[in-house]
């Protein structure tokens, strides 16, 4: 099993900054892909980063340009910078761990960003 413990959400105002991090426990393997999902309100929860093992990178075409996915390997952490923070961002984010045999979420950190 793996646990994922987010952190870094809260109240923003709009063209803010904030800075989530996701912590990885348990029964990590190597080459595991790790990602940030959102979830609004009313909508589908969607795919905002993926960052691979490697440190390849890929991000949703809505935060291209403001958000910014990094890990550090060696404490097994996520991280997700947040610039230019839109209203539309306003959602709970969610930490994804994909690897071999299996595929875990964290329980969520709210973002809510103010016009």
């Known amino acids: 099993q793996v646990q994922l413990v987010e952190s870094g959400g809260g109240l923003v105002q709009a063209g803010g900054s904030l800075r989530l991090s996701c912590a990885a426990s348990?029964?990590?393997?190597?080459?595991?892909?790790m990602n940030w999902y959102r979830q609004a309100p009313g909508k589908q929860r969607e795919l905002v980063a993926t960052?691979?093992?490697?440190?390849?990178?890929n991000y949703a075409d809505s935060v291209k340009g403001r958000f910014t996915i990094s890990r550090d390997n060696a404490k097994n952490t996520m991280f997700l910078q947040m610039s230019s923070l839109k209203p539309e961002d306003t959602a709970v984010y969610y930490c994804?761990?994909?690897?071999?045999?299996?595929?875990?979420w964290g329980q969520g950190t709210q973002v809510t960003v103010s016009s």
């Open positions: 960052i691979t093992s490697g440190g390849f990178t």
């Open positions: 994804n761990v994909e690897q071999l045999f299996g595929n875990y």
């Open positions: 348990g029964s990590i393997r190597s080459g595991n892909t």
